[in-house]
C-alpha cells in the first residue's frame, strides 16, 4: 500500500502509477483471458526473476499481470494514460526488455 493506503507495484518494477487496483488472482486471469483482451506488450528483468505483461482490456483500462521470481502472478489495473509514461520508462531501464 502506498501512503495513501492504495495498493502499489512491487519495487522491482521501475516505476510507479497513481490509480492503481489490485484484482484477484482469480478475476484478473479471467480478465485477461477474455477475448476481448489483448497483449499489448510483455517484459522482463534481464535476469528473468521478475515479467510483466500489459493487457488492453478496455478502451482506456489496461491490466497488468507481474510474475514474481517464484511464479507469482499479481492483477492490477489501471486507467491507460499514466501507463505511457511507464513505458518508457521500462524501456530505458537497463535491467529490462520487451520480450513481447
Known sequence: MDGN?????PPALPFTLP?????????GARVV???????ESV???TDGSWGLSV???TTATDILCVRSPTGR??????????LES?????AAAANWRRVG
Open 55 to 57: 493487457y488492453r482490456v
Open 19 to 27: 490509480h492503481l487496483s489490485r484484482l484477484s488472482w482469480e478475476l
Open 43 to 45: 517484459w522482463e528483468r
Open 86 to 90: 511507464a513505458r518508457q520508462q521500462l
Open 5 to 9: 493506503g492504495g495498493p502499489q507495484l
Open 33 to 39: 483471458d477474455d477475448e476481448a483482451a489483448t497483449t
Open 73 to 82: 502472478e499479481r492483477f492490477y489495473g489501471t486507467p491507460d494514460a499514466p
